[in-house]
């Protein structure tokens, strides 16, 4: 053979090979390809599947920082906020958190603080006409079949050095309760027992005057630090201080015995009322605590001296919303490690998760958690880390504005997708589990083309913890079982004794249950 044909002969083989090879790669790409296909597939499948029948579905919806609210008349702004929820109910809320004092003020008529300038325009002045805010969001989430949560920060009086306290103000009566701090603001003194009683004196106020669901308050309780100035409350130390041998520590017993008082009074009112926290999301660093978090940020523990685990511990708070407000793969806080570290600090008690519907809109899904490949966004991966955890009870939307304004399409995604039917939140069992009477004499009666009207009559209840305050309405197909635990059977929650529905086509059976102030929920009843 021809020293030609030996290297033609050399160069069709390593031709053979290299054949071989690119054959076995794309073979295995294809491979690859079709597994990760049916991944995606498998996973977008779950991601439109049946919504829980349970979940609490929070939307907050603030006023503070809020120009809209000074600009409109009565009538704008009672209609704006009835587009709000429209807009939040469509998306399957079930909750709304509803600001009413966000700095010592009120969106409501007070005796004990003036009107809220974020309301108004200007602080102290009432609206014109007059209406009363925090009733009238009462009234329309209750028809709707929601819960209203009176949000109030505790502490915080002015929003900077240029802002004063409306005239009539506690502050001009009383300027020893009060400290200014480095960031400008005015505060309660957290260490005052004074401050603690004026506080819960505004919260006993509140419960005992409107039929809220329940008392919250987010994350700023002593403020956010700033950097190289300490919390003027050295001269409370001395006073109240004896004995505690760390400043930090007699911080938080401070707040704790706020949280306590706060929880005391509120089930001495009305038992049903929760009392609701929505802390920072990171409690401590595991840097700094065994039992922290693996992550690396501002801690609520040390930073705003809050110890909210053990507040659910010790029962005195019902539900927490951290707020993880970060996205998934976060190098500092991850979504992901919070999701699970918090989780397994629920004690027993209702853990939701706020996330911020900006962040959640804007960061592409690359974590490797089983997120679906489809979902640019970070909406799919995080709704179904929340429902597979045992110890999460449902979502927080941060700002409620963002959902209703249909940010990047969530407000499309959760409408159709991922709270595509309504949900009851989970029953307070620690607080009650007694299922209130079935509802009686249900009817149903043609309306229109394709419409009818379904009313019935509430049960009576001496105990107001059975009282029924919402109902709940299921379809099926005609000659099915009766079977409420049928999710997708669920078509609506409603305060109201009557609902008017668009009937598909074909022949129905409609069931109503009653639910009480507990969401424990009744048999059904059937026309």
């Known amino acids: 053979m021809s020293k030609n044909s030996v290297t033609l002969c050399q ?20 491979k690859r390809f079709i597994i990760v296909a049916i991944a995606a597939l498998s996973l977008s499948i ?29 009538a704008e702004n009672q209609e704006y906020l009835i587009g709000q929820l429209d807009a939040l109910q469509r998306a399957g809320c079930n909750a709304i958190i509803w600001q009413v004092r966000p700095q010592a003020d009120a969106a409501y008529p007070s005796e004990l603080e003036p009107w809220s300038r974020w309301l108004t325009g200007t602080a102290g002045e009432a609206p014109d006409p007059m209406w009363d805010p925090l009733q009238f969001m009462i ?7 929601m819960e209203l949560h009176a949000w109030i920060n505790p502490y915080r009086v002015t929003s900077g050095k240029d802002d004063k306290p409306a005239q009539g103000h ?37 419960v005992i005057r409107y039929d809220v669901d329940a008392i919250h308050m987010d994350d700023y309780f002593y403020p956010y630090p700033v950097q190289g100035h300490e919390f003027p409350d050295s001269a409370s130390f001395a006073t109240y201080g004896k004995g505690w041998g760390n400043i930090g520590d007699w911080r938080r017993n401070n707040v704790d015995m706020l949280i306590q008082q706060l929880h005391h009074t509120i089930k001495g009112i009305k038992p049903w009322v929760q009392l609701g926290i929505s802390p920072f999301g990171i409690w401590r660093n595991k840097s700094s605590d065994a039992n922290g978090s693996d992550t690396n940020g501002l801690q609520c523990y040390d930073a705003l001296y809050a110890d909210c685990p053990r507040w659910t511990a010790l029962g005195w708070v019902d539900y ?24 397994d600090r629920a004690n027993g008690r209702h853990m939701y998760y706020g996330q911020s519907v900006n962040n959640v809109m804007t960061h592409r899904d690359i974590a490797d958690d089983g997120g679906d490949t489809l979902n640019t966004t970070q909406l799919d991966h ?15 939307w941060w700002p409620g504005y963002s959902v209703s304004g249909n940010f990047h399409g969530v407000l499309d995604s959760l409408t159709t997708t991922h709270c595509s039917a309504p949900a009851l939140i989970p029953a307070y069992t620690w607080l009650d589990t007694v299922s209130p009477d079935g509802v009686t004499n249900v009817q149903t009666k043609k309306t229109g083309k394709d419409t009818i009207e379904i009313s019935w009559s509430a049960p009576v209840a001496a105990d107001p913890m059975q009282q029924a305050v ?6 099926f197909p005609k000659g099915n079982d009766i079977n409420i635990d049928d ?4 078509i609506a929650i409603t305060g109201e004794t009557h609902l008017t529905i668009t009937e598909p086509k074909g022949r129905w059976t409609y069931a109503v249950t009653a639910i009480d102030r507990c969401w424990n929920e009744s048999h059904p009843t059937t026309p």
């Open 11 to 30: 160069e069709l083989r390593q031709m053979s090979e290299i054949h071989k090879k690119v054959k076995y790669q794309t073979i295995n790409i294809m």
């Open 46 to 74: 779950n991601a439109v599947s049946q919504p829980p029948k349970h979940e609490f579905r929070g939307a907050w919806l603030h006023i503070i920082g809020q120009g809209q609210y000074a600009r409109q008349s009565t």
């Open 139 to 145: 009234d329309q989430c209750h028809k709707r079949g």
């Open 170 to 206: 506690v502050y001009y009566s009383h300027p020893e309760w009060f400290v200014q701090y480095a960031d400008g603001k005015i505060y309660f003194d957290p260490a005052l027992p004074e401050s603690r009683d004026f506080i819960n004196l505004v919260v006993a106020d509140i």
């Open 320 to 343: 927490m919303v951290p707020q993880l407000y970060w996205e998934l793969e976060h190098k500092l806080a991850s979504d992901l490690t919070l999701s699970y570290w918090w989780n």
């Open 382 to 396: 995080k709704m179904r880390i929340m429902r597979k955890l045992p110890n999460v009870h449902g979502v927080t």
């Open 470 to 475: 919402r109902f709940a309405v299921y379809r």
């Open 487 to 490: 999710a997708g059977s669920l």
